[in-house]
């Protein structure tokens, strides 16, 4: 990440003004600390921690590797299927899905509010008090506290906060928005200590998934020292997908289905490695939103539809 700042002086321009702001706050006689705690975070303490977190992320930063695995595109109602089918052994081994909502309706919106720590919450969650957060950005408005289980951190991502705990981080990229060869396809990366990329990992590539597998097993190999954090964007799910499927010239609900059975097979060769090499290592797996294939006259995703916000999502120590 470059340490070069951009300044933009046109920031200073604005029609109100820091005393402006501090006359406001005194006339209604609200303090700064009073401000702090109306915050939902605090407005919805009561009912917040209710249940108790399946994990401790504190105990799980400082101890164990970390993976982040995001199958881009994978639809909630394929995921279940294929696991009830037993088509996808590998992910099947550590859980069932959970049925979520996506943080965003595609990829950019979604893995800002993942990278700040807001991942898929649970389908039925009613409030922000419903979430079981594994990443509390403390500087976000919510309070300074963070919840039972959560890792608080500071900074403006989740990498940036793990790599204060001594973390290092790998982003291996998919589709175009991890790519590096535009001014978009390098925000995401950047956000990485180290940030891989080559066109092999591209959507169009049928064997996407394996050649990612391939150059990470050899990166490990290497790999000494600290803990670490690794981002996978898997983009074997995301269009095109038709090739996955014998005899098939387009994209469908069928092929979306091929393709993370393709996708289950490659990570059982990245899991059983990881584990060898590097030790004890939590995973998060999970999508970033959904597609449609025709549904309601719908295509594709970037919009609200629930083929596009009902997401898969577990997580698991290897």
Known sequence: ??????????????????????????????????????????????????MQPDIDMNKIAGSHDILFICLDTLRYDVAAEEEAKGT???????????????PGNFTYPSHHAMFAGFLPCPYDAKSIADRQPLFFPVNAGMGKRAP??????????????????????????????????????????GYFRRSYWNPSFAC???????N????????????????????????????????????????????????????????????????????STFVICCSDHGTCYGEDGCQFHGINHPAVTTVPYKHFTL
């Open 1 to 50: 990440m470059s340490d070069d700042a951009i300044h933009d002086d046109s920031l200073n321009d604005n029609s109100m003004n820091d005393d402006l702001i501090n006359d406001n706050l005194m006339h209604e006689n609200v303090t700064c600390q009073e401000a702090l705690r109306e915050v939902p975070a605090g407005l919805f303490g009561r009912t917040l921690n209710a």
């Open 204 to 210: 169009p590539v049928k064997d996407s998934t394996g």
């Open 212 to 279: 990612q597998v391939d150059f990470l097993l050899k990166k490990i190999e290497k790999a000494t020292g600290t803990f670490g954090f690794l981002y996978l964007n898997i983009d074997a799910i995301h269009y095109p997908n038709y090739f996955y499927l014998d005899g098939a010239v387009h994209d469908s609900l069928e092929s979306h289905g091929a393709a993370l059975r393709y996708v289950d097979g490659q990570l059982g060769r990245l899991f059983e490695r990881w584990k060898a090499v590097r030790g």
């Open 88 to 102: 996808t052994p590998v992910l099947n081994r550590y859980g069932p899905w959970e049925k979520c909502q996506a």
């Open 148 to 189: 039972a289980g959560a890792f608080g951190f500071s900074g403006a991502t989740i990498m940036e906060g793990l790599e204060k705990a001594g973390y290092d981080t790998w982003c291996v990229g998919g589709v175009a928005f991890f790519d590096k060869r535009s001014d978009l396809g390098r925000v995401f990366p």
